[in-house]
């Protein structure tokens, strides 16, 4: 294991990081040669590749790294910079979580839809935090303490960003929030929250780019109400 930043990021990367994005990487290149590919590892495609895969090898590596068996492999298909495939895996748990664009989102064959929940009261909310520990991670305690005087039923912070948007697809979460996420942390779960019924937008409010940026995702019905309280909190 070894320190992908200065030891006081607390962001890690494995050998399994690694391999994992050779691995898939191998695969794409040996049917669509001429693609592009955007890694977060090893490989540096351009967003505005006409056809562009964006990998996560490995999301959730700190809960790889210690044994705790909630992480992912997230692929996603984008072409001309719209998402037009999204498979997230849980190798451990042997969960499938996959969307075509205009063809629904599946989780294990069974179709994927958001909840109805109106209002923060009746939601559970995810959260993330990025590695840094100043003023991103004080924003987004305060985003929770406004949340929980919304009187919601609780806040869960699981660690991977591509299956916290999988569990907003299926219901699980009202909405989810985070301050600073890359291109491969959402590009797959993206899709198949939209694909589910949900909403993704950055935490002011604008259109989900290709690139760093926060990220609110929601049911739809709860966007409007999450997206006070986390843009009222944006670390500056």
Known sequence: MRSKEPAESYNLVSEADIK???????????????HAILGEE????????????????????????????????SIAYYRKGLPQLGVVLNPVRGDWYYAVAG??????????AVNQESSLDQSMIGCGFYYDRGAMMEATLRSIHDF?????????????????????????????????????????GRLILEEAGGMVTDCKGGELPLETTSLL????????ASLEIVRSNLPS
């Open 103 to 112: 063809r629904g989102a599946f989780h294990n064959g069974r179709r994927l």
């Open 42 to 73: 090893e490989f540096a495609g351009r967003v505005d590749a006409e056809h562009l895969w964006i990998v996560d090898p490995l999301d959730g590596t700190n809960n790889f790294a210690h044994r705790i068996p909630h992480f992912a492999v």
């Open 148 to 188: 929980f005087k919304r009187n919601i039923h609780g806040i869960r912070r699981f660690g991977t960003a591509a299956l916290d948007l999988c569990q907003v697809a299926d219901g699980m979460f009202g909405a989810y929030f985070e301050y600073q996420l890359a291109p491969w942390d959402f590009a797959a």
């Open 217 to 224: 995702a929601s049911n739809r019905l709860l966007h409007k």
């Open 20 to 34: 994992s994005e050779q691995a898939i990487a191998s695969v794409i290149k040996a049917s669509f040669p001429d």
